[in-house]
C-alpha cells in the first residue's frame, strides 16, 4: 500500500530542516520520486522556493506542518493544498514565528541560571530564516561543548521532561484545522503514533474535524501501520505517509524512505478543490 515515488512529509531550512527547499527538489528529482510536498513548522516560506526549483519536472504539493496542543500533548496537524499567499494563515503562522522566538529566549534564561551559556544571536544565526527552536539550541549547546550530539542535548536539557523545558504556544486542534481548512488546505494528523494515546487522540480529532491519517512514518511500527491504516478506512480518512525528512544528524530518515500511494494525491487534490468551492 504504499510507495517510495511519493514523500509528504519533508522538512527544510524554512523550520528545523538541514537542506534548502531546492535541494530538496533536486534531490527528489534524483532518486525518481513523482510528487513532495515540504512541511515545513509553522512555516510556508519554502514553499515557492520550492514551486519554482521544481519547474514542472516534480510535483510540489504547497503544505506546512501546523502546531496544536491537547493539555501536555503535542498534536501536529499537516495542511496539503494550502493556498500559500493567504494573508489570514500567514498573519496566523507569524504568531508562532514571535513566540517561537521568545520561547528560545526563555529556554536560553532557564540554561543560563544553571551556568550553560547559550548565545540568542548565534541561535538566530544558525535557524537563519527558519522557525526558531530547539533543534537550533541543541546545535549550540553540542557547538559550545555541553553535549556531543544533538539527541544528548534533547535527553539532557530540552526535553518535555526537561526542568529547561517551555511549552509551545498553546493552540487548539480544532482552531488549527479551521485555519488549514480556510485557506482551501486539507488538515491531515501527523504521526499519530508519536503522540501517545494513538486511536483514543484520532478519534478526538476526527471530532475537530481532521480529514487524514498519517499512515506511513518512520517511527511507526507495523501494528501501528495496520491499526491506522483500519481506522483511517472505517472513518472515510485519507490516508498518507512521508518520511518526516530533516537531515542527519536532526533526523535519522531520508528522503523517499516513506511515502504512500498516488490514490493518496489525487484524494488530498479533489478534496481541497471541493473545500474552495
Known sequence: ???????LHIHSKFSDGLLSPSEI???AIKIGLKVISITDHDSIFGVDEALTRANRRIEVIPAVEMSSNIGNLDIHILGYYIDHHSKALLSFLEEFREYREKRVKKIIEK???DG????F???KEIAT???????HIAEVLKENGYVHSISEAFIRYLGYHSPYYVPKKTAKPKEVIKKIKDCGGVPVLAHPGT????SEIIYVLIKDGILGLEVWHPEHSKRQVDEFYEIGIKNGLILTGGSDFHGYPRGHSSIGECGCGMESVCDLKKLSVKLRD
Open 1 to 7: 500500500m504504499t510507495s517510495n515515488k511519493i514523500d
Open 25 to 27: 527538489v533536486d534531490t
Open 111 to 113: 540554561l543560563l541560571v
Open 116 to 119: 550553560i551559556k547559550i548565545d
Open 121 to 123: 544571536e548565534r541561535v
Open 129 to 135: 530564516n527558519a522557525a526558531m527552536g530547539r533543534p
Open 195 to 198: 503522540i501517545g494515546q494513538d
